[in-house]
């Protein structure tokens, strides 16, 4: 394994807030089934985080190839009403997991399904942000998904966040994080694709995204996730334009996460040069 070295000159993470998005390429084998062996490793981890005195809203992928295992389909339907009943089967599913796997560590966790509309409303904008800052001061933790079950069916609707790479830079920016971590299966951005390239080099930090990183990004992705690199980057962008650093790593390797928080380890951190006034 790579030494693990100052992601950017030894400056750790400063604040206690987080924001942890974990995809679906994370919960699952390459088979599509999910790995309750890595998923509670990741859950250890995060309630270790939350021991140290860290506040943490997990993002979760996972429903819909949930729904696909319980229903004993073969593959993800075109038709949006199949989809969503895939979603609505498959969510129930993800969250008695988590129930499970939290309880271990004596973890409250709560459901929160949110559409960009909700997001988007004034009104109900405070109302979510007034509901998350009670469940973090009662230490439970929110897991967050979208709602896929009343979100539109058009592809470009204004009510989807379309992946949660995306949603997971909205509810950082909702929530003030200090960091929003996203928990994949490659190291980071690279400057060329690494499943292709063997020479292919880790960038440690960003501090600008412009159209030669979207280049380096090209198509690097997952095929059981909906989200590729190009997501992470849109993500990374809401992120830092709302003054919060966004960090990808490995989740196969989620004990790194400590280093990481410390500036060092195996990751790429996107750095925001905003100034955040206000707390939740």
Known sequence: MDEKIPINGASPINGKRLVI??????LTHCTGRLDYRHIEEMVSVVCDLKNMGYEIVLVSSGAGGIGLGKINLSGRPEEAAKRRA?????QSGLMAIYEE?????NQRVAQVLLTKSVLEDPTNYNNIRN????MLAYRVLPIVNENDVVAADEVDSDDLFGDNDTLSAYVAKLVKADVLIVWTDIDGLYNKDP???????????????????YR???DVGSSRGKGGMKTKLDAARIAIDSGIDMIIANSRHPEDLYDILEDKGIATRFRSNVQKIESL
């Open 21 to 26: 998005k974990i995809g679906t390429s994370s």
């Open 86 to 90: 895939l979603a609505a089967t498959g």
């Open 101 to 105: 796997l939290f309880n271990i560590y």
């Open 131 to 134: 509901v998350f800052s009670e």
């Open 195 to 213: 499943r292709r390239y063997p020479d292919a080099q880790l960038i440690p930090v960003v501090t600008c995204i412009d159209d030669e990183t």
């Open 216 to 218: 380096m990004a090209g």
